[in-house]
């Protein structure tokens, strides 16, 4: 086969909701070619050399200093620091020169139709954003090495994920020094430091699991929670003017420059995203065992939701576990949902695919029904307060992430 040739598709994209998926929205035929794969792979060898270097300086002043250097940054800018040291100044000189493709008006579009779907959003998140996530066996080593295969780690780490992502796609949020803002440069961090963490490790397998954290999974996952959720909720009966798309889009792009994605890598359009896709799902999205104890910490934590209610509650939990699990099953497909140990519960996935087309009719009334996308926003957003107050009540939710900054070694992954 020539280097110049289009590949064959790759098996996500030729089963379940993705395979439907790509029928329907992608633009027409996005397969990519061996050197455009060979190119994406060098990627996978590269980290985030201004977060890297930061990290390293935090690592070396006293304990706590960098980090409080970093949050004042963070929240004044780096002019309200007397004399800061120069990898501090450095990474937020870039960071605070927003590029110039960033539209602030798309921004705000583009997080009002995300607000709009108010709690609906969490089922693409959980279950095709992060559960799909571990199907690439690459990209979960470093959750292996800091320990989110425990049961307890797994829950937190879906309470701060989620949380995470409210504060990223409130409108408003993304402004120099917001919350949003904060929160993006703040996750940069934790993968810098995690990134450091793994490659002091003498068990790290740099042949079979490539540079920690680098490059290929970061855009990758920035991806799961772009072009992944949005084809998420189409699938669920959402339905979103093209111009929604693009703001989303726009918004998720902006949200991986400030993350640290690589500009070369980091998609400009939906259509970019899906060619992107196509080459992530060829190269990355290999599971293993791994893979599979992810999705069963997951799973578990889904079964817990009515812990300490009593028969209510554990009606409440089996509900969760077979909700959750069939919206993964729908879309990741049989193969890789048996393989990740889902259930298959063929009157639940009914429910689901019944739900979503109860959706898509109110979502078809909505669009003509003046003033009912201003007040669904509205709603959306006062769901999504009170989510984020009931997840605080889990756990107490710590924003600035200290407990990643001092990441251990953890269990030896694989």
Known sequence: MSVDERLPDPE???????????????????RG???????????????????DDLVSLVERLPRGEGRALFERALSDGIDSLDDPPPELVTFFRHAEAT???????????????????????????????????????????PLVGTGALVEDMAARRLVETTTWWLDVTTPGALRTHENGYASALRVRLVHAHVRAAMNRRDDWDYDAWDRPVNQVQTVGTLLLFSLVYVVGMQLLGVRYTDRERADIHHLWRYAGWLMGVDEQLLPATEDDSWRLLWLLATSEFTPDDDSRRLAAALLATHAQVGAGRGNVGKILGRLSLR??????RIVLGKDNSDFLGLPDDPI????????????FAGETVRRWLPGATALQEQ???????????????????????????HTAAGTPPG
Not at 33 to 51: C, I, N, V
């Open 12 to 30: 996500l994209l030729r089963t379940g909701g993705f395979r439907l998926a790509t029928h329907l929205y992608a633009p027409g035929d996005v």
């Open 33 to 51: 070619t061996r050197r455009q794969l060979d190119s994406l792979r060098t990627y996978a060898q590269a980290g985030d050399p201004l977060a």
């Open 99 to 141: 590029p110039y493709w960033v539209d602030h008006d798309r921004l705000e579009s583009g997080a009002r139709a995300i607000v709009r779907t108010g709690l609906l959003g969490l089922f693409p998140l959980a279950d095709m954003s992060l559960m799909g996530g571990y199907l690439a066996s690459r990209a979960t080593k």
């Open 323 to 328: 909700l959750h699990g069939s919206v993964s």
């Open 348 to 359: 639940a996935q009914g429910a689901v695919l019944a739900g979503a087309a109860v959706n």
């Open 379 to 405: 709603v959306g957003r006062v769901e999504r307060t009170q989510y984020a107050r009931r997840l605080g009540a889990v756990f107490p939710l710590d924003r600035t992430y200290a407990r990643h900054m």
